[in-house]
């Protein structure tokens, strides 16, 4: 079975310049995170999907951090413009069911912000 | 507040020595914990996953244990080995998925 998917594996950006990371979830998985994870702490749930509507975003920086997931499949984060403290892994992981199921996860894009 | 705490930051054993890894959470009304482990450079790997319901589970090596009224699960390595040697997470899912996540055990067991 195929993993969680992730593109690209390192960014180096300037401020203020967007970015986006793409995911592809493992075939069936109705539920996808995405998560940022600074150094040296554990990873934050920025937002979660069921299929393609959006379960939870409170973590998620609205006014400059956005993502959707089309046809409940793959999904895209994005952020725009970028600031120096968005330097961070960011994690994308999906699981079968929402409640009880554990989370598969990639492995990782790491963005830097000059 | 949701918080997850991991004791020690960091941890260094000699080859074969056996080790437990803490962690103490703040909610009590948990519906899981699960322990992931972080190799450098890639993503989280489940290693066990605890239901609410269930005191322990056992998987080769890795023993982990939850006590919900203290707040508190440990993760046991019998006989370490330099392929343990990653960061070590644990996390309690607070319903429909929800992880915190604590900030890790950074573990190294030298051969």
Sequence with gaps: ?114 | KQEVTQIPAALSVPEGENLVLNCSFTDSAIYNLQWFRQDPGKGLTSLLLIQSSQREQTSGRLNASLDKSSGRSTLYIAASQPGDSATYLCAMNTGFQKLVFGTGTRLLVSP
């Design chain 1, 1 to 114: 079975e195929a993993g969680v998917a992730q593109s690209p594996r390192y960014k180096i950006i300037e401020k203020r310049q967007s970015v986006a990371f793409w995911c592809n979830p493992i075939s069936g998985h109705a539920t996808l995170y995405w998560y940022q994870q600074i150094l040296g702490q554990g990873p934050k749930l920025l937002i979660q999907f069921q299929n393609n509507g959006v379960v939870d975003d409170s973590q998620l920086p609205k006014d400059r951090f956005s993502a959707e997931r089309l046809k409940g499949v793959d999904s895209t984060l994005k952020i725009q413009p970028a600031k120096l403290e968005d330097s961070a892994v960011y994690l994308c992981a999906s699981s079968f069911e929402q409640i009880t199921d554990t989370q598969y996860f990639g492995p990782g894009t790491r963005l830097t912000v000059l």
